[in-house]
């Protein structure tokens, strides 16, 4: 991986931009749920917010995504409006969906999220007919699917794969293994040990790349996404990471690995960043303690903004199924 | 009946009792042995500990885990596959309509699939479009398995052990958002035959036909009816498919009234089946056209008050019987 790009101080900076924004946006989550302010079921991204950070940094708002239900980090990085994406986590007409979808299926176009799904494994499957599109029309977009190590395990994977490399489609799978899938271990679900070596059975390049190390990251998805512009086809990473909470909001990872899960907590990569580029001398206390605190005052903005919106009405119950409204 | 007990825990009751009297009984679904915290509910929580190979964890592969059962049971097995949510019964679809209920058939008699597909649904959980929606009628339609549905936990019981037992591939459903309630307790080792409905309620007036949570909103209605002196008879079918026609024809032939009520949404549902052969077999003798109640004509919708509206209610119910009945409506 010597000769991998690397980010400079201002890319850096915004990568961590986004990275506190994911964790700042994840502390609130937990406590408007915990408080019974919002009910819905929330699956954290805490411990991922490299991977869609220095994706994000190598996209423009043009370029697709189809994320999951554990999409969050994917959707903040790619530039979902805060306001927007809480007004939907609460059920409000205002949020990008009418609230009809709710937080497993977000869907904002004009930011480039096109699916959220919350079937394992079927981001794949579309994400290549997005990258057939652009391939189509010649609109130089790139496609990036995310999914997780479990999703790995579905035929939706293996069908997408071949499809995607026989066709030299403009896409980029994303495989976040945080190590979980639900209660199960990668190591219990998973024959090979890395989903990356996969990718030559499809003939594809596969990268196995740390995905909480900011550097590193950067390089495999410029790589990848660069690789994907220059219609040389699709790419496979598998980004190494954590899921630092259970499985969604509610359990509490009892099951996990308790030194692991502490050492990967240890090493949360939005702290090992912030200190980073303030001991690099890139932003200062100040500085940083300033992203922080503008994020915070729009996630205030935002989440006030959700819950004095109002419900829809029940019209839409007859709304969206047609592009005409039913009787 | 003293006893309660919550519909989880007697689906957990009636696995550990097929698989101690059975060693043909297998087991395998995501997360479902204690390893992985014996299910996502922890329906099968302490089984795999009991009965160590017989209950497997897979990876997230529904066709995977539909085949694997399909195949042990063409050799003398019993496999209980859960499909965690009946949403992702449809990344299986192949193996389930394809070759569990067609198998039977294809081969002129020499193979069968003796399966049971445990798959849980319902609105009210806030999990929106993807993770909520009944689908029976789907199967139901497709002739060679048989549809099952629970409405509380004496009923789980006693239909899951029958469907264990069934030589045809079962499809037993099972309504999340009311695991956790309690309800009569089963008799041990006690069956519940398949395709015999319950009444639930009896009454001289109209007919209510439903299953699973909705017979429970049915029957809610029919007691706030009968403080009007409105006499409703309850059916709760068990099987959907194949159905208790006989139960249904006699009860609607003494009422002279059907109303049928599924979460399912309403329109080519289990319920305009039901109101067809009552129909073909009633014609003369109904006194009000046989009237159908179903989910809303949409995914189900995240949003609160959306969602709260997606699916019958009793009171919703109690109107519905009230207008067939020509009574005033009540607020
Ligand atoms: C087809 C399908 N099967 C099962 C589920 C239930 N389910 C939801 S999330 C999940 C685990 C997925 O793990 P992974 O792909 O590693 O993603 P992560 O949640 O770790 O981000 C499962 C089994 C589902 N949503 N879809
Ligand atoms: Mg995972």
Redesign the interface.
Known sequence: MSNYPIPDSATLVRMYEKMELIRLNDERAHKVVKTGRI???YYSPRGQEVIPSAISVNLTEEDYICTIYRGTHDMLAKGVPPKLLWAELA???TGTC????????ITHPETGVMVT?????SSMPIANGLAWASQLSGDDRVTIANFGD??A????FHESLNLAALWKLPVVFVCQNNRY????TFA???AVDRIGDRAASYAMPGITVDGNDPEAMYGAAKIAIDRAKAGEGPTLIEAMTYRFNGHLLGDDGH?MDKEERQKAIDADPVARLRARLISDGVLSEADADKISADITAQLDEAIAFALDSD??T?D???R??FATE?A | MTEKMTIAQALNLALDDAMAEDPKVVMLGEDLADNEEGGVMGVTKGLSTKYGKRVRSTPISEQAIMGAAIGASLVGYKPVAEIMLMNFTTVAMDMIVNHAAKLRFMSGGQTHVPIVIRTMTGAGFSVGGQHSDYLEAWFAHTAGIKVVAPANAAEAYGLLLSSIDDPDPVLFIENMPSYWTPGPAPTRGERIPLGKARIAREGKDLTIVSYSRMANEALAAAEALAEDGVDTEVIDLRTIAPWDQDTVIASVKKTGRLLTVHEATKPFGVGSEIAAVVNEALFGDLKAPVKRLGGAFCAVPFSKPLEDAFAPNAQGIAAEVRSMLSLDPVD
Request: aromatic letters at 4%; charged letters at 15%; hydrophobic letters at 35%.
């Open positions: 009910v819905m079921p059920g409000r007409v009418k609230g009809k979808g709710g937080p497993m299926h799904t919350g079937v394992v494994g479990g999703a395990n579905i035929g939706a899938a639900e209660h199960t219990n679900s998973t099951y419900f829809p029940l839409e119950l007859r969206d199924v039913l």
